[in-house]
C-alpha cells in the first residue's frame, strides 16, 4: 500500500504560474507511472500528463508547452509545474500511480492522492 498526499494549488489570474506536488509514502522509483488528471466542473476527468520510470513524458495537447511533469526520486515526490495558466485549467486535480502500468484511466491507478483545487481567473 502506498499513500500520495498532495499540496499546492490555489487561486491565481490568468498568466499565472502554479506548482502542485505529490509526496509518496513509497519510493516514487518503485512505480512504472506516475501521472496526473483533472476534472473541470462539469465535465469528465481527464489525463494531465504522465511520467514513468524512464523519466519520459507524455503530456494532454491542452498543456504542452505550457505544463511539466517532473519527479524526484530522492525526495519521493511528484511535481506539476502550470505556467501560462488559463481559465479553462480550473479543476480538481489528482496525482496517481501505478507499480507495473501507465492506465489511460485515473481509475485503473493502484494510488490517487486527495485532489487540490485549482482556480484560474480571467
Known amino acids: 500500500q502506498a499513500q500520495l498526499v498532495q499540496s499546492g494549488g490555489g487561486s491565481v489570474q490568468a498568466g499565472g504560474s502554479l506548482r502542485l506536488s505529490c509526496a509518496s509514502s513509497?519510493?516514487?522509483?518503485?512505480?512504472?507511472?506516475m501521472a496526473w488528471f483533472r476534472q473541470a466542473p462539469g465535465k469528465e476527468r481527464e489525463g494531465v500528463a504522465t511520467?514513468?520510470?524512464?523519466?519520459?513524458?507524455t503530456y494532454a495537447p491542452s498543456v504542452r508547452d505550457r505544463f511539466a511533469i517532473s519527479k524526484d526520486n530522492a525526495k519521493n515526490t511528484l511535481y506539476l509545474q502550470m505556467n501560462a495558466l488559463k481559465p479553462e485549467d480550473t479543476g480538481l486535480y489528482y496525482c496517481?500511480?501505478?507499480?507495473?502500468?501507465?492506465?489511460?484511466?485515473?481509475?485503473?491507478?493502484?494510488?490517487r492522492g486527495q485532489g487540490t483545487q485549482v482556480t484560474v481567473s480571467a
Open positions: 513509497r519510493p516514487t522509483y518503485s512505480y512504472y507511472c
Open positions: 496517481a500511480a501505478h507499480p507495473r502500468d501507465c492506465p489511460v484511466h485515473d481509475g485503473d491507478f493502484d494510488y
Open positions: 511520467i514513468d520510470l524512464r523519466g519520459i513524458t
